[in-house]
Each structure stands twice: as structure tokens, then as C-alpha cells.
């Protein structure tokens, strides 16, 4: 049973506009929280993260919120540039046993067009 | 400096063959951790070790196995290889036990004929 869902394959947006990719949780014990982008080819790279302690975290044209009561987190890119396409991955870690390992939902992939 | 490195960038070979990739981590990063994904998966966590010891292991049979070296480095062995085995691995590494993100490799491609 996934425990980090990305219930969203694709998402299309145009250029300039906000994108909004979304995440759900089913652990209530995860209490950070990461978004990671990959191209083609190429390994994720970190994007942002948000500890559970906070509910909002800005750096530059990327926020994640992070709402627990619902288990849903989300990020917003604003403004969206072609170069953000990409696959984006929501990841989630609880500290067990001195790990911090976390789980991966299955991407969604974005598409900004000009 | 030097991102993550894994060798090769891919890797062919047959049913019932073992493969071993390898991955450099990070200066400083004592951690490495490898992931599998298969087609249209996300990614599926399969070991992490820390200061040469095998810390977690995800739910994969043991003929998935690795080390790590002296120098952090480490091997991803597989045995026996079977068809579902063909996927992208990833290495990452991070900053001891801490709650540090991960910083990925480009991976290698593995691919069973």
C-alpha cells in the first residue's frame, strides 16, 4: 500500500502561469518532507523541503505547504518556465531506529508550454 | 565539487548473470543509499548504509546485496538475475543520521535479456 501518493500522472500549465502539483500521506508518524525534480536521463535533484513543525516554505519561485491534518502537501511553482519541465517527486521520512529513509510517491510529470 | 557517481551508466546482461554497479558519494557524505525504479514506479527504496555498515534494507531478496568501502564508496550486487530486474538503480548520499536530504546519482540502467 503506497504511503506517498501523487494522484496526478501529468499536469500541463502554460508558461508564466502557477503550477500546483500535489501530494497525500497516509503515515502520520512522517514528519519531513521533500519535493525532488529529474529530467530524462538524469538523477532527481532536491528541490525544497518542509519540516512538520512548519507549514510553509518558500525559496524563490517554489513554495511547499504543508496542511497535516489533511496529510496533503503541495508545491507551487510561480511562475512556470518550460525549464521546470520535468517529473516531480514528493518524498516523505519519519526518524526510526536513527533513519530518516524516505518514501517516494510515483512522480507527476509536468509540462509547461510556451 | 564532485555530485554523485555511479558506474557504469548502463549495464546489459542475461537471465541468471549477477551484475554489480558502483557509486561514489559525495565528499564528506558518510551515507549511501540505493533505489530501484522499474517502469512507471516510483522509487523503491533497497539498502542504505552508513560508516560501512548496512543500516536498512528495503523489501527485496537477498540476492540483492551491497558493501560499503573505507572511502564511503559502494557496490550494489545482484545474483541471479531475473527479467523484472531491469530498471534504473539510483545511488544517493547524504550527511550521516541525520534528516538531510538526499543528493542522487544519475544512475545506472539495467537492463536483463
Known amino acids: 500500500d503506497q504511503q506517498v501518493k501523487q494522484n496526478s500522472p501529468s499536469l500541463s500549465v502554460q508558461e508564466g502561469r502557477i503550477s500546483i502539483l500535489n501530494c497525500d500521506y497516509t503515515?502520520?508518524?512522517?514528519?519531513?518532507f521533500l519535493w525532488y525534480k529529474k529530467y530524462p536521463a538524469e538523477g532527481p535533484t532536491f528541490l525544497i523541503s518542509i519540516s512538520s513543525i512548519k507549514d510553509k516554505n518558500e525559496d524563490g519561485r517554489f513554495t511547499v505547504f504543508l496542511n497535516k491534518s489533511a496529510k496533503h502537501l503541495s508545491l507551487h511553482i510561480v511562475p512556470s518556465q518550460p525549464g521546470d519541465s520535468a517529473v516531480y517527486f514528493c518524498a516523505a521520512s519519519e526518524p526510526s531506529g536513527g533513519s530518516y529513509i524516505p518514501t517516494f510517491g510515483r512522480g507527476t510529470s509536468l509540462i509547461v508550454h510556451p | 565539487e564532485a555530485g554523485v557517481t555511479q558506474s557504469p551508466t548502463h549495464l546489459i546482461k542475461t537471465r541468471g548473470q549477477q551484475a554489480t554497479l558502483r557509486c561514489s558519494p559525495i565528499?564528506?557524505?558518510?551515507?549511501v543509499y540505493w533505489y530501484q525504479q522499474a517502469l512507471g514506479l516510483g522509487l523503491q527504496f533497497l539498502l542504505w548504509y552508513d560508516e560501512g555498515e548496512e543500516r536498512n534494507r528495503g523489501n527485496f531478496p537477498p540476492r540483492f546485496s551491497g558493501r560499503q568501502f573505507p572511502n564511503y564508496s559502494s557496490e550494489l550486487n545482484v545474483n541471479a538475475l531475473e527479467l523484472e530486474d531491469s530498471a534504473l538503480y539510483l545511488c544517493?548520499?547524504?550527511?550521516?543520521?541525520?534528516?538531510?536530504?538526499?543528493?542522487f546519482g544519475d544512475g545506472t540502467r539495467l537492463s536483463i535479456l
Open positions: 503515515n502520520s508518524m512522517f514528519d519531513y
Open positions: 544517493a548520499s547524504s550527511f550521516g543520521r541525520v534528516n538531510q536530504p538526499q543528493h
Open positions: 565528499s564528506g557524505h558518510t551515507s
